[in-house]
């Protein structure tokens, strides 16, 4: 061989490298930047199922605390109930002692008070007061 033909299988042999390794690089960048996004789909995938697992919690927590809220609001229904019979009740007697007041003012107490009209509002002794 000739020293031109050597140069020439030289410069194809060192042009072949460099494309070779041109290619390596290019495909080893490539897969670099594949191993890259593949473990940011990782840490994502990670990431979402924290934040369902999260997610689930709180809803757990929620419904809990609706559930206790609505306990409490059953009894303090009841109770709100139960105070409004007293009340009726309550002023149902007072509504009576005001009545007998106001009776008892008009029939009873007059400037001079009448034991007569003492005793046709309350009634007459029974036999067994005060050792009679």
Do not use: C, Y
């Amino acid at each position: 061989m000739d020293t031109s033909t050597a140069i020439i299988v030289a410069a194809l042999a060192a042009a072949a490298s460099i494309i070779a390794t041109l290619i390596t690089s290019r495909v080893a960048k490539r897969a670099n930047r594949t191993n890259e996004l593949l473990e940011w789909a990782r840490q994502l995938k990670a990431s979402e199922q924290a934040a369902r697992k999260e997610a689930d919690e709180s809803r757990e927590r929620a419904d809990r605390i609706r559930d206790e809220a609505d306990q409490d609001v059953g009894r303090l229904r009841a109770e709100m109930d139960q105070l409004i019979e007293k009340f009726a009740a309550m002023r149902h007697q007072a509504e009576r002692l005001t009545d007998t007041l106001t009776t008892v003012q008009t029939e009873v107490w007059r400037p001079k008070p009448d034991l007569d009209a003492l005793r046709q509002l309350v009634g007459r002794p029974s036999t067994g007061i005060n050792g009679r």
